[in-house]
């Protein structure tokens, strides 16, 4: 297992401004891009579908609503026990790092979406992660990684922005920072400040053909958007590669 105490992902995840901030997150396109994403891999019900860093299960539960047996997994034990409200026969939540292994040739279909890799200092845990992920597939299964087109997205770093909820002042910035896309979010609770961090590694499309290479998967297919459009290394606000192992 690996230690978290230091990692920023363990700490802003289990914080509760965490929630607030993201509470009223638009779940209509995400629930969109999974109908579109489920029809063109002509999934099964018969199929075993994991969820990677899942949250609080949100994307996991409408998978299952429509048929599907799910797993969930996230680092955060407070998104693991808020996702649990969801849990069924077929609808299971676990607290797991992705680096350490979760079953072996299990699962038929792994989903990690939005942007939840890359999260690690080392470039050697980032591959562990993947190789983790890859060993819970089945032999002809199939992998999704939805990640940010950090040629766009550098591009687009822009000034702060400043949200009020529930009373709390969220001051966020967004830089580019030795490799990594950075957003620093500031919380003033009444006479307290606390600051957290996203960070995660700007990873390019020819770095995830590198890390692809060091594993069993193959590439079927790269798209640009959550409409499944063709990926543009310099317009497409996505990367979203299939790969089959």
Same mark, same amino acid.
């Given at each position: ?15 509760? +401004? +965490? ?12 629930? /969109? ?5 489920? /029809? ?9 579908? %994991?969820?990677?860093?899942? #949250? ?6 409408? =998978? ?5 047996? &799910?797993?969930? %997994? ?11 409200? $969801?849990?069924?026969?077929? =609808? ?7 680096? !350490? ?7 038929? @279909?792994? %989903?990690? =979406?939005?942007?939840? $890799? ?11 992660? %993947?190789?983790?992920? &890859?060993? /819970? ?6 992998? &999704?990684? !939805? ?5 766009? /997205? ?11 909820? !529930? ?23 009444? !006479? ?12 390019? +499309? ?10 069993? @998967?193959? =590439?079927?297919?790269?798209? #640009? ?21």
């Amino acid at each position: 297992m690996y230690q978290q105490e230091e990692e920023w992902f363990s700490t802003w995840f289990n914080s509760p +401004y +965490y929630q607030i901030l993201y509470k009223n997150r638009d779940t209509q396109e995400a629930h /969109a891009f999974l109908d579109k994403l489920i /029809a063109h891999l002509n999934t099964k019900f018969t199929y075993r579908i %994991l969820e990677m860093n899942c #949250g609080t299960g949100q994307q996991a539960a409408y =998978l299952n609503q429509k048929g599907f047996h &799910v797993t969930g %997994l996230d680092v955060s034990e407070k998104n693991i026990a808020r996702a649990k409200q $969801f849990k069924n026969e077929h =609808l299971q939540f676990y607290q797991h790092d992705m680096r !350490d292994i979760f079953r072996t040739a299990y699962y038929d @279909l792994i %989903l990690n =979406l939005f942007t939840n $890799f890359g999260y690690f200092d080392s470039e050697t845990e980032n591959v562990v992660a %993947l190789r983790s992920t &890859v060993s /819970a597939i089945k032999p002809g299964g199939k992998l &999704v990684i !939805d990640f940010i087109n950090t040629n766009q /997205a550098i591009q687009q770093v822009t000034d702060g922005e400043e949200k009020t909820i !529930d009373g709390l002042l969220f001051q966020i910035s967004r830089k580019v920072e030795k490799g990594f896309l950075v957003k620093t979010i500031a919380v003033t609770d009444q !006479d307290q400040q606390h600051t957290f961090y996203e960070k995660v590694r700007a990873l390019t +499309y020819d770095q995830f053909m590198e890390y692809f290479r060091m594993t069993s @998967l193959r =590439l079927i297919n790269v798209f #640009g958007s959550y409409e499944l459009e063709p990926f543009n290394p310099e317009t497409s606000e996505r990367m979203i590669f299939i790969l089959k192992k």
